[in-house]
């Protein structure tokens, strides 16, 4: 894993000349630089020591592809439909609710939980549960910084999120027929967000974040599936109760409430054992085997540890 201080200037694309914003070129051109950052093995990490969670053959996704294949229902249910209608989403004003075993609760303003917190790169290994995966260099929050503004008490165990529910500029949750009950929910186990892992990205490349991927903030613990990775967060619940999650409702024998990636559990109707890395065609799969926590059990597997994880999927 790579960690480099962000600039809220540069995603906010401020007072920036343009020759200082970073080109996608030079992303992909740092490829050797990744490659050399997992032969040395080590990064630092809010003090602690991290292996690099990439492998030397992990190239960064290109760009084109981060914003163009996207998951995000409530835009519509094919890969480009994100790309496509995310346009009509009006991010600014933004506010956060929060709520639940916190001392500070109530309504926020965006801009007031991100000041004062410094963004960071991260270059993650990204994986679907759909067996797709991505590796990208996210700007983000560390969860934990953004949490602890709220003051969570000793009761809260898990935190809940919520994405926006506006089907005035959300197409998808305009059907009758859509099968998800908006809005759309994910949690995590309060010990997993608080991680040095778990991300609030604000940007990706260096920009600011598309709509497509979630603007203006999404969750990103990247030893899990991507479904738990929710877009455009409005709310905020610390709870006593591990919260429901939107795919676990929906199909509870296919989607639990840890996800975390694992080899070994298949999908009732796929295996996970292995993973196409986008780009990928019919010629060219580039399919490679899939790692336990998507390669960053170093890090996390200690959270789980006396847990079935077959059970626990
Ligand atoms: N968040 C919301 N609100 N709605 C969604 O449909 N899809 C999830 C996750 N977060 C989704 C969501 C899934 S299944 C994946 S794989 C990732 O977003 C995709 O993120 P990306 O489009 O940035 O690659």
């Keep these: 894993m790579l960690i480099k201080r962000a600039s809220w200037a540069k995603l906010r694309?401020?007072?920036i000349p343009g020759s200082e914003i970073t080109p996608e070129s030079s992303y992909l051109s740092r490829r050797r630089f990744?490659?050399?950052?997992v032969v040395l093995g080590t990064?630092?990490?809010?003090?602690t020591p991290v292996s690099a969670g990439l492998q030397p053959d992990d190239e960064l996704t290109p760009e084109s592809i981060v914003t163009g294949y996207n998951n995000f229902y409530e835009?519509?249910?094919?890969?480009?439909d994100p790309?496509?209608?995310a346009h009509t989403l009006t991010t600014n004003p933004w506010s956060v609710k929060v709520s639940g075993e916190a001392k500070r609760t109530g309504e926020f303003a965006y801009e007031d939980l991100i000041k004062g917190i410094t963004p960071e790169e991260r270059v993650y290994r990204f994986?679907?549960?759909?067996?797709w995966s991505m590796v990208v260099p996210w700007q983000g929050l560390p969860l934990k910084a953004v949490l602890e503004q709220f003051e969570p008490t000793t009761k809260a165990k898990y935190v809940e999120f919520k994405t926006l529910v506006r089907p005035s500029e959300m197409p998808g949750q305009k059907g009758f027929f859509s099968a998800i009950d908006w809005p759309y929910v994910e949690g995590l186990r309060m010990d997993e967000a608080y991680h040095p892992l778990s991300i609030m990205v604000v940007g990706l490349y260096g920009k600011g974040l598309p709509n497509q991927n979630g603007a203006p903030w999404r969750l990103m613990s990247p030893w899990k599936y991507g479904f738990k990775a929710i877009k455009s967060i409005v709310s905020i619940r610390f709870t006593q109760r591990q919260p429901r999650n939107t795919w676990n409702i929906l199909a509870p024998d296919e989607y639990g409430f840890y996800a975390n990636v694992n080899p070994q559990v298949s999908h009732p109707r796929w295996s996970q054992a292995t993973e196409r890395r986008l780009p990928s065609s019919l010629f060219a799969p580039n399919r490679r085997p899939t790692l336990p926590f998507n390669g960053y059990a170093d890090e996390v597997a200690q959270l789980y540890k006396g847990m079935d994880l077959a059970k626990y999927y």
Excluded: M, P, Q
């Design 13 to 15: 694309g401020e007072d």
């Design 34 to 37: 990744i490659s050399s950052a």
């Design 43 to 47: 990064g630092s990490l809010l003090g």
């Design 75 to 80: 835009f519509g249910t094919g890969k480009t």
């Design 83 to 85: 790309a496509e209608n």
């Design 127 to 131: 994986r679907c549960v759909e067996a």
